[in-house]
């Protein structure tokens, strides 16, 4: 898998070194010490804030956002601390402190906001993204079609069983869509080897134009194999005959198991269901608008060659350049009752870990 690399944290600038006092020619004699921390420990210290005149009501907030406590604390299935005794806001702020505390779990993202709403009134509600982690989840096509047609390793047909189901169910672009990203970035470097061959060397272009070639092909010949969903509706009689010999076919049974059980259990579901909004101006699609869905999920020509590269080169530049990213994204409104907690992300969750785990295995497959 490729990840994209973290913004850089900004360097503090250069202080000057303090110097040492001389010393003072005896030493500070003795002294009983005191219970300096007992006595701090008695104390409890409230955040430091400034109301300004735009601060809401307390007659506005207070009393909707304790009901709206109740009901989060009854989804989430926790216990906050009492804040009535404290003076607004500050029974706001610690509360939101204690419950954003309590509602970490492991990968996911869940934020809790107090917000006006359009028509005047406040709104208490929790938003929940799935941390992709920067990751590039980019599914190389070009070693699943030789493993298909050279090789004829007996789990080829397990994983391409897999990518049947992501792209007809689950919805992952291919690279030879006209709109998808990834098919941008391949013309673009195909246009740059034509601009460029009188100055390059040959070899090297001989090289890059084979590379895109072979995408190319492989591209439109998996196309055909991705969209027939005889694969995936005969995947279980697949699985019940396949009889692994080693410990790599036994991870791509266990996955094609797992995409199996993925479906049954969610027939209708696919990667669009509970996505962020994203600018939809077009102007913006490739310069300083959000990272959308199909820019870092999608199937790819290979992962593995200095196309590749220069495709990961031109990708980072661009990223860059984004204000962010279309995540996954859930958001719960407590003003009224939601009853017990529900896993609306499970199964976007899921997918990312079944295309982690297939981007894994196809390399091997050669």
């Known amino acids: 898998m490729q990840t994209l690399p973290a913004t850089q944290t900004i360097r503090k600038r250069p202080r000057p070194l303090t110097r040492c006092k001389g010393s003072q020619g005896k030493q500070t004699p003795p002294g009983t010490a005191g219970f300096i921390a007992d006595g701090f420990l008695k104390h409890r210290f409230l955040p430091m804030y ?14 909707v956002y304790l009901k709206a406590v109740k009901n989060l604390t009854a989804y989430y299935n926790i216990d906050v601390i009492n804040v009535r005794d404290y003076p607004y806001p500050y029974n706001i702020l610690l509360s939101n402190w204690d419950i ?7 990968g996911r993202y869940r934020e809790i906001r107090t917000v006006d709403t359009d028509a005047n009134n406040i709104e208490v509600a929790v938003t929940e993204t799935v941390n992709t982690g920067n990751t590039l989840f980019y599914i190389p096509l070009v070693p699943l079609f030789k493993a298909l047609h ?15 189901y992501l792209y007809t169910k689950a919805g992952v672009c291919h690279y ?3 709109e998808s990203y990834i098919c941008y970035l391949y013309e673009i470097i195909g246009n740059w ?10 070899d090297d272009y001989t090289q890059q134009r084979a590379i895109l070639d072979e995408v190319s092909f492989v591209g439109d010949q998996m196309k055909a194999f991705l969209g027939d969903e005889t694969y995936l509706v005969q995947l279980q009689s697949i699985l019940q005959k396949f009889e692994p010999s080693n410990q790599f ?12 059980a993925l479906w049954m259990e969610f027939p209708t579901a696919n990667l669009y269901q509970h996505l962020a909004s994203a600018e939809d101006d077009e102007d913006d699609y490739y310069s300083d608008g959000k990272i959308k869905l199909t820019d870092y999920i999608s ?9 590749y590269d220069t495709m990961m080169t031109m990708l980072n530049d661009d ?19 939601q009853g017990k907690y529900k896993d609306v992300l499970a199964y976007e969750e899921r997918v990312l870990a079944i295309i982690e785990d297939l981007c894994d295995l196809i390399p091997e497959l050669t």
């Open 50 to 63: 400034e109301t300004t005149s735009e601060l809401p009501a307390k007659g506005k907030v207070e009393p």
């Open 150 to 164: 050279v090789g004829g390793n007996p789990c080829a047909p397990l994983l391409l069983s897999v990518c049947v």
């Open 319 to 337: 990223f860059n350049e984004r204000s962010g990213v279309q995540d996954f994204e859930n958001i719960i409104v407590f003003n009224k009752s």
């Open 299 to 307: 199937f790819i020509g290979e992962t593995s060659s200095c196309v």
């Open 249 to 260: 076919g036994r991870d791509c049974l266990k996955l094609a198991k797992e995409t199996l």
């Open 176 to 178: 030879k869509d006209d």
């Open 193 to 202: 080897i034509e601009d460029d061959r009188d100055s390059m060397d040959k």
């Open 100 to 106: 954003s505390r309590q509602i970490k779990t492991k």
